[in-house]
């Protein structure tokens, strides 16, 4: 059975730090993109982050740039997304997703974790 489960997620102060994982099962993991998106509260959902499936090429949105890492452990078939320099305006629904050759058309998606940026 295919499975995406995000972990990580929870309260952190401004300016803290996160470390979302995302663990894989039931496909082959190496092969594919993994994305990372999420949705604030009353927004759209945003792709935020992406890494390709051999993990050497990273991208990511401007609002997150330089305080966010993306990577991944094929070995362990797992994602992480490294989030410092946390604000209250990263609280949201985070995601992850894989995708063949891509971040932008999902093919599976994970049930999300919650991060919450407040003091």
């Known amino acids: 059975q295919l499975q995406l489960v995000e972990s990580g997620g929870g309260l952190v102060q401004p300016g803290g730090s996160l470390r979302l994982s995302c663990a894989s099962s039931g496909f082959t993991f190496g092969i594919h993109h993994v994305g990372w998106f999420r949705q604030a509260p009353g927004k759209e959902r945003e792709g935020i982050s992406c890494i390709s499936d051999k993990g050497d090429s990273v991208n990511y949105v401007d609002s997150v740039k330089g305080r966010f890492t993306v990577s991944r452990d094929n070995a362990k078939n797992t994602a992480y997304l490294e989030m410092t320099g946390l604000k209250p305006e990263d609280t949201g629904v985070y995601y992850c997703?894989?995708?063949?050759?891509?971040?932008?058309?999902?093919?599976?998606w994970g049930q999300g974790t919650h991060v919450n940026v407040s003091s």
């Open positions: 997703t894989v995708g063949f050759e891509s971040c932008d058309l999902p093919l599976y």
